[in-house]
């Protein structure tokens, strides 16, 4: 009895220095608090996949097959063409080379692909200077809460790669698309409930998703979500996890970064791009986040856009190399990361150098004529 006294005395001392330190004690104690909430993490495998991960974020497919905003294969057709070569030894590189093992495990080689794609695309900074205005966070700590109908979602975890920037990306649907949700009513999951594989534990209510306020690159723009697992995940479960994590990142942004109140309308919608892959089939998910009010079904609603699974490559030899390399795969992979940069703003120092290699090939030609 005198040793549980002494374990709840020190307890309550040690809350009473943590009150000391924020200057609030109702804070404080309002932050050690827990609610009961359904809980998302990267381990949960859901019943309907997409179909149940659309409905907790009360969201729906948009009318068109891929947003207006993305750039088009022609506007990206040189730089498409330029860089093809580099991913091909890049996918060589991670499924032959660079491990002791005699076949490459997929931990490392899904992860090493994906790295190697984003270093060959930063290479075209020296042409296109946006491409600096970005930052890559490894595993960034995903926090969110929120209510949907009668049951408190939350979800927590980890995932992949976030790349952000300092502007925010163009809404993919305009306000007309938006306004036309109005009348599109969510797909109903009965009989099977909505939290159907969703475990309730206690959590703290919080609203973090891995950056502090002041951050120079607040702002989401593209997820990356590769699949380690030994055995591939199901392709639903692969979308509906990046559809729960998506709502989340711009769910924190519109609270932490824009100051909107829990249940209310962007007027502004935000909007961020998703990318997973197993190591050879991709996935792609835009997402468009219109509202935070979610405890109703009727009201405007959250928008996606959804391109199933497809081939970077079939297969990789030593002698041969790559086999049937995916075109539509690494077009629209160059289209999603792209997305946001003006094409047209290309550095004068680029065009510089261009101009002195164009000069340089000419009087070569001449001396060889």
């Known amino acids: ?115 190697n794609m984003l270093r060959v695309l930063s290479a075209q900074a020296c042409k296109y200077p946006q491409l600096l205005d970005r930052c890559l966070t490894f595993k960034p700590k995903i926090s969110v809460n929120w209510q949907r109908n009668q049951h408190q979602i939350a979800v927590r975890g980890c995932p992949g790669y976030l790349l952000s920037t300092s502007q925010l990306l163009t809404p993919f649907a305009d306000e007309n698309e938006v306004s036309s949700t109005l009348n599109n009513p969510m797909k109903d999951l009965s009989p099977v409930s909505p939290v159907i594989d969703i475990s309730e534990y206690s959590v703290r209510p919080e609203t973090s998703y891995g950056f502090n306020p002041g951050s120079p690159y607040p702002y989401p723009h593209t997820l990356f979500i590769v699949d380690r697992k030994t055995k591939s995940r199901p392709t639903s479960q692969m979308i509906s996890h990046g559809i729960m994590y998506n709502h989340a990142i711009l769910h924190a942004v519109a609270i932490n970064v824009l100051n909107l109140e829990p249940e209310q309308e962007l007027d502004r919608p935000l909007a961020m791009n998703t990318i997973m892959t197993n190591g050879r089939m991709f996935a792609f998910i835009y997402y468009q986040l219109n509202t935070l009010n979610l405890q109703h079904d009727h009201g405007i609603k959250n928008l996606v856009w959804i391109k199933h699974t497809l081939p970077l490559f079939d297969k990789v030899k030593k002698k041969e190399g790559v086999i049937r390399f995916g075109q539509e795969c690494w077009q629209l992979w160059l289209s999603t990361v792209m997305n946001g940069v003006d094409l047209q703003n290309i550095s004068e120092e680029f065009k510089t150098f261009q101009q002195l290699y164009t000069d340089k090939n000419d009087q070569k030609m001449k001396a060889v004529a």
């Open 1 to 115: 009895m005198a040793k549980i006294n002494l374990l709840s005395v020190g307890a309550i001392a040690h809350i009473r220095r943590i009150s000391l330190k924020c200057g609030d004690s109702r804070y404080c104690f309002r932050s050690l608090a827990t609610i009961p909430a359904y809980v998302y993490h990267p381990h949960v495998t859901i019943l309907e996949g997409e179909k149940q991960a659309m409905h907790l974020t009360k969201s729906i497919f948009s009318t068109d097959p891929l947003p207006p905003t993305l750039p088009t294969p022609e506007s990206l057709q040189s730089t498409a063409n330029e860089l093809e070569g580099y991913i091909k030894e890049s996918i060589i590189q991670s499924r032959i080379y660079g491990y002791r093992e005699k076949i490459a495990k997929r931990e490392y080689h899904n992860v090493s692909l994906t790295q």
